[in-house]
């Protein structure tokens, strides 16, 4: 069940910055694979986000699958859009889409060169 | 309790019975699977939509006693 309260943090998060991840641990240290995974992304696209550690708080950490009718962490959301999990955000990343949507959605990203084995 | 390959392709089978469905136990522990399903079914969906179709037919065990399914969602060319 997801409280009202819960609820409008979880709108406040989505609504104050244009790209927000609900992880498990921070951005420079993610706890989990699947997390990390998709901060590796997004920092390779130089895309600027804000990362939500649920696991600090489980009324997020539980609130926010309700909130989005998925299962699963991490969740990445574009200007208050749910936009995926892990295999999404990875896949959307492969085929060139992310980019193309982080442009509609008017997002700045600087890809960061891939550093190739000398 | 990790789930078996063949009892994540029943659930899904029994909600799209004409799908392919490709299953691989990425590490041998029974809970890391990599799923690919591909149905007429997610014709007109968008990815999240046809992600939450097989998570609804996996019947609320994504997230719980399956830890780790990395799925990929097609419609047959």
Redesign the interface.
């Known amino acids: 069940m997801l409280d009202t309260q819960t609820k409008e943090r979880i709108q406040t998060e989505i609504a104050g910055t244009d790209v927000v991840l609900f992880m498990k641990g921070t951005p420079v240290f993610p706890q989990c694979g699947f997390s990390a995974a998709v901060v590796g992304v997004l920092s390779h696209l130089g895309i600027k986000f804000r990362g939500v550690n649920v696991l600090e708080d489980e009324s997020i950490r539980n609130g926010i699958k309700h909130f989005s009718d998925w299962p699963t962490i991490p969740q990445l959301y574009v200007k208050g859009e749910f936009i995926g999990g892990c295999d999404i955000i990875r896949e959307m990343y492969e085929t060139g889409e992310l980019m193309e949507m982080m442009n509609t959605h008017g997002i700045d990203v600087k890809p960061q060169p891939v550093n190739e084995p000398s | 309790m990790a789930m078996q390959a063949h009892e994540i392709e029943d659930l899904i089978r029994a909600v799209f019975p004409d799908a392919q469905i490709k299953i691989e136990d990425l590490r041998g522990d029974g809970d890391h699977y990599s799923c690919l399903v591909e149905t007429a079914s997610f014709a007109g969906k968008t ?2 939509q046809q ?2 179709m097989v ?1 609804d037919a996996l019947g ?1 065990r ?3 006693e399956l830890h ?1 399914l ?3 969602t097609r419609i047959p060319q």
């Open positions: 990815r999240v992600h939450k998570y609320g994504m997230g719980n780790a990395a799925l990929q």
